[in-house]
DNA sequence: TACGGTACTTACAAATTTGTAACTAATGGC
DNA sequence: GCCATTAGTTACAAATTTGTAAGTACCGTA
């Protein structure tokens, strides 16, 4: 998102990794608070103010930054209300939503790969 | 990897963050080259050569930072045999290939997305 | 004895991502 | 008019990740 330099090698890479669908479909899910948010999200819609307390640490430039490109991916659908103050709900679209098993997976892989790697380093 | 500040808030929030299991999970295939080197490996096992053929944009210095990540976290076992030249080979564990579903349904979404994104743009 | 081939290391620099802190806009109610 | 509230924005600094370039070790062969 933060102006990216078109010639580095490094932006080039990326362009020639993400080639890949996986890879593609990762990057997308790839910043740091991204799957917080999607998984908050997929219970319900949540307001900024919403997002700000389920994750205290998140400053509000990470918040917006996460939000924002999640918009522009369409995984995440923006809807401002005119009032005052202003409200702002953020909720699933379709390609958001369709992470859901994926995400239930990933979970699962996550619990199973921590229990592993602690009955391991317990048996040293 | 690379010597990280202990305490930085940078470090800390990861460590909050991963506290879910579905973000530890995503974590650990973060890196830049890592899903490229793992999908390779689903099907075969592969030299440390080999992989720079595969992926030629990749430097020896990331290839190595990024294999003994995936080996540190038990998702690939290295095996170097007693020869000269070396010879070093890669594969994958239990825990590596359980991402095998879970990366064909992420290629699927990424697919997906690719072609919904382009069919949006085209209709502008 | 110099050379080639494989699998690395190392010191350093560039690029990107994340965090800090302070500031903005709009308006209904006091 | 002034304040509180929500949802931001902005300039800047810190931290981390990635890339560059050059060097290491091993030993069989020429």
Redesign the interface.
């Known amino acids: 998102m933060a102006a990216r330099k078109q010639n580095s090698t490094y932006t080039r890479?990326?362009a020639?990794?993400t080639e890949?669908?996986?890879?593609?479909?990762?990057n997308?899910?790839?910043g740091?608070?991204k799957?917080?948010i999607l998984?908050k999200l997929e219970n319900e819609k949540q307001r900024f103010s919403d997002l700000k307390k389920e994750f205290p640490?998140i400053t509000e430039r990470m918040l917006t930054l996460q939000l924002r490109a999640l918009e522009q991916?369409?995984l995440v659908k923006r809807t401002v209300y005119a009032e005052v103050p202003p409200r702002v709900e953020y909720e699933l679209t379709e390609?958001g939503m369709?992470?859901g098993?994926?995400?239930q997976?990933?979970?699962?892989?996550?619990?199973?790969?921590?229990s592993?790697?602690k009955s391991?380093s317990e048996s040293v």
Not at 20 to 26: E, F, G, I, N, P
Not at 105 to 114: A, D, I, M, N, P
């Open positions: 890479n990326e020639f990794i890949c669908d996986l890879t593609y479909a990762v997308k899910i790839g740091r608070w799957i917080l998984n640490l991916d369409g390609m369709a992470f098993p994926i995400f997976q990933l979970s699962e892989w996550g619990g199973k790969h921590r592993f790697t391991v």
